[in-house]
Nanobody, 119 residues
Framework: QVQLVESGGGLVQARGSLRLSCTASGSTFSMYAMAWFRRAPGREREFVAGIAWSAGSTDYADFVKGRFTISRDTAKNTVYLQMNSLKPEDTAVYYC????????????WGQGTQVTVSS
C-alpha cells in the first residue's frame, strides 16, 4: 500500500515556472517507478513524465520535452516535476502515480494538484 500526496500547483503566467512535489508513504520499499499524469477539462488523462525509482531513468511525453524535468529524492520518497516555459495548454490537474514492483501499471494515485497557466 502506497499513499501519494502532491503539492506545488498554482496560478502562473505563460513562460513562467512551477515545481510540483509528490511524497510517498506506506510501503515505499516496493516502488518501481513514479510518474506524473495530467487531465485538462474535457480531455483524457495523459502521461507527462516518469522515472524509474532505482535507476533514475526518465521518460517524457513529446509535448514537454525540453521544458519539464522529472527527478526524485529517494531518501525523502519524493518525486518532483520542474516545469519551465509553461504554456496555457499546460493548464490541467496534475496527478502523481506510483508503480510497485511486480505490477504492470500505475495503480496508486495522488489527489491531484491544479496548475493554471494564464496567457
Amino acid at each position: 500500500q502506497v499513499q501519494l500526496v502532491e503539492s506545488g500547483g498554482g496560478l502562473v503566467q505563460a513562460r513562467g515556472s512551477l515545481r510540483l512535489s509528490c511524497t510517498a508513504s506506506g510501503s515505499t520499499f516496493s516502488m518501481y517507478a513514479m510518474a506524473w499524469f495530467r487531465r485538462a477539462p474535457g480531455r483524457e488523462r495523459e502521461f507527462v513524465a516518469g522515472i524509474a525509482w532505482s535507476a533514475g531513468s526518465t521518460d517524457y511525453a513529446d509535448f514537454v520535452k525540453g521544458r519539464f524535468t522529472i527527478s526524485r529524492d529517494t531518501a525523502k520518497n519524493t518525486v518532483y516535476l520542474q516545469m519551465n516555459s509553461l504554456k496555457p495548454e499546460d493548464t490541467a490537474v496534475y496527478y502523481c502515480a506510483a508503480q510497485v514492483i511486480g505490477s504492470f501499471e500505475y495503480k496508486h494515485w495522488g489527489q491531484g494538484t491544479q496548475v493554471t497557466v494564464s496567457s
